[in-house]
């Protein structure tokens, strides 16, 4: 089969980059391949469901203009084809006195960002916000929101089968190929001739990447969250969403509550290496997998400079006690009887040769191929934007 594009991988991102090609030249022919047998069943179907601000990032950083673009676009888009979300706002807490300058810097990076209506708040004025959070001092955040990212992904692939593209479930690739200035991709059923391939494929991106670009100089290092939901008759502790402080040198936001877009409240996730790509469980184990990591410098050093860090999740993961504790920084009247186990999602962090760990969208060009190597959060608030950046560096092939 031939065709102008093929898109690998049919989360959110890969989604959104195919009916962004397909917005902006129509007479494309693109075909999506997903693995599995269903979409958006890995990163996009077990995120929190969170619509980010842009809050985090760093100013001018691919994740700021994509964050804040794609929110917009993701509103637009949810009104447009009547998928439900909510503005519902959030606050973010400082509970110990070293947390304040991190939050004056949290809030001035937000104002940098271009976001407005943001408001400061004193220990008693949160709790106008939220009534059982305890805190020093804090601030609200007007724009964050919530939304079923499940269903925002099905809209866009019910959008680009509509509009004439292809999608194949349970094919996965395993191979690519030059063949007369094209790519031929290979899957487990079939092979496919097309002018630009786009690697989208999350926690295998850089997997696929390697089989175009030898020297690929990262690597995806999975990290589970996993989250514990509070019990119905608790529910009524928080509001909105509620958030700490986060280190600034850890590229993950901290435990924090989450009303959700399908109803109930999560607590958690915590941030611990998977012993898998697809680890979502404790038990989920794959030798080949966990010896890649374990042997990849920048993983290593990684290890070196984080490892407290890391045995403290790691502690909390298996500590349902340590655990309600992380949370009773936030409320302290939350009791680990009140915690419910809950669902578990796995972050695809690229991690560098050097052992960094990857802070921003990373999107690698080369002959007939773009690869979107680093795609966490907010790749789902992001994800039109991402699509826009990269059908805009497809579309220049053509």
């Not at 435990?255 to 998977?274: D, I, S, W």
């Not at 984080?306 to 999740?313: A, P």
């Amino acid at each position: 089969m031939k065709c102008d594009v093929v898109v690998i991988g049919g989360g959110i991102v890969g989604l959104a980059t195919a009916l962004q090609i397909q917005k902006t030249n129509p007479a494309l022919k693109i075909l999506l391949l997903e693995k599995e047998v269903a979409l958006a069943q890995h990163q996009t179907g077990h995120n929190s469901g969170v619509i980010h601000s842009g809050l985090y990032y760093k100013p001018g950083s691919l994740k700021a203009t994509n964050c804040i673009r794609g929110y917009h676009l993701l509103l637009d888009f949810c009104q447009t084809h009547n998928v439900p979300y909510e503005i519902c706002g959030k606050i973010v807490v400082a509970t110990e006195p070293h947390e304040l300058p991190l939050l004056e810097n949290l809030y001035n990076r937000g104002r940098q960002n271009g976001l407005t209506g943001f408001k400061k708040l004193s220990a008693e004025q949160l709790k106008e916000y939220e009534p059982h959070v305890s805190g020093l001092a804090g601030f609200f955040v007007p724009q964050t929101g919530i939304v079923d990212y499940t269903k925002v992904a099905l809209k866009y692939g019910e959008l680009l089968q509509k509009n004439g593209a292809e999608i194949k479930l349970g094919e996965r690739v395993i191979n690519i190929q030059p063949a007369n200035h094209e790519q031929e991709v290979i899957t487990t059923a079939a092979s496919y001739a097309t002018k630009l391939v786009i690697n989208c494929a999350g926690l295998y991106s850089d997997k696929v990447a390697k089989l175009t670009a030898k020297d690929l100089n990262m690597k995806i290092i999975p990290f589970r969250g996993e989250y514990y939901q509070l019990k119905k008759e608790k529910e009524y502790l928080v509001k909105n969403l509620i958030y700490p402080v986060p280190d600034p040198n850890f590229p993950f936001l901290g435990v924090h509550f989450t009303r959700m877009a399908k109803g109930g409240v999560e607590a958690g996730p915590n941030a611990v290496l998977a012993f898998r790509r697809e680890g979502y469980k404790k038990t989920d184990f794959s030798l080949p997998e966990l010896a890649e990591t374990l042997a990849w410098p920048g993983f290593q050093k990684v290890v070196a400079k984080y490892w407290r860090t890391g045995m403290g999740e790691m502690y909390r993961s298996f500590s349902k006690a340590a655990f309600a504790r992380a949370l009773q920084k936030l409320i302290p009247e939350i009791c680990e009887s009140d915690l419910t186990t809950g669902g578990a999602g796995v972050r695809a962090q690229a991690c560098s040769r050097d052992g960094g760990l990857v802070d921003d969208f990373l999107i690698l060009e080369e002959k007939n191929v773009i690869n979107v190597c680093n795609a966490p959060s907010p790749a789902a608030t992001s994800s039109l934007a991402i699509g826009e950046t990269v059908a805009s560096l497809a579309l220049k092939r053509f």
